[in-house]
C-alpha cells in the first residue's frame, strides 16, 4: 500500500512562488508513474504535472513553463516547484501514484489508485 503525505501548500501573492512535496512510503523500490493534481473550489479535478516510470514529464498547457515536477529517490519525495503563481493556481493540490500511467484521462484527474490528503495553496491578486 502506497501512502503520500503533501506539504508546502500556503497562501501566496500573484507571482510568488511555492514549492510542494510528497513523501511516499509502504513500497518496495519500483519505478511508480507519480503525478500532481489539483482541485479549485466547485470545479472538477485536474492533471497539473505527470512524471512517467521512464522520468519523463508532462505538464498541462495552463502550467507549461511556470511549473516543474522532479522527484528526489533518495528520499522517495516528488516535488513540483511553482513559478509565476498565478490566482487560477488557487485549488487543493493533490500528489497521486500508480503503477501504470493511465494515458490521456490523466489530465482529467483520473487512473491514479493512490492518493495523497492534499495540501492548499491560495493564490491572492
Known amino acids: 500500500q502506497v501512502h503520500l503525505v503533501e506539504s508546502g501548500g500556503g497562501s501566496v501573492e500573484a507571482g510568488g512562488s511555492l514549492r510542494l512535496s510528497c513523501a511516499a512510503s509502504g513500497y518496495t523500490y519500483r519505478r511508480y508513474c507519480m503525478g500532481w493534481f489539483r482541485q479549485a473550489s466547485g470545479k472538477e479535478r485536474e492533471g497539473v504535472a505527470v512524471m512517467l516510470s521512464d522520468l519523463n514529464t508532462i505538464y498541462a498547457d495552463s502550467v507549461k513553463g511556470r511549473f516543474t515536477i522532479s522527484q528526489d529517490n533518495t528520499k522517495n519525495t516528488l516535488y513540483l516547484q511553482m513559478n509565476s503563481l498565478k490566482p487560477e493556481d488557487t485549488a487543493m493540490y493533490y500528489c497521486?501514484?500508480?503503477?501504470?500511467?493511465?494515458?490521456?484521462?490523466?489530465?482529467?484527474?483520473?487512473?491514479?489508485?493512490?492518493w495523497g490528503q492534499g495540501t492548499q495553496v491560495t493564490v491572492s491578486s
Open positions: 497521486a501514484a500508480d503503477l501504470v500511467f493511465p494515458g490521456g484521462s490523466w489530465i482529467r484527474g483520473r487512473g491514479f489508485d493512490y
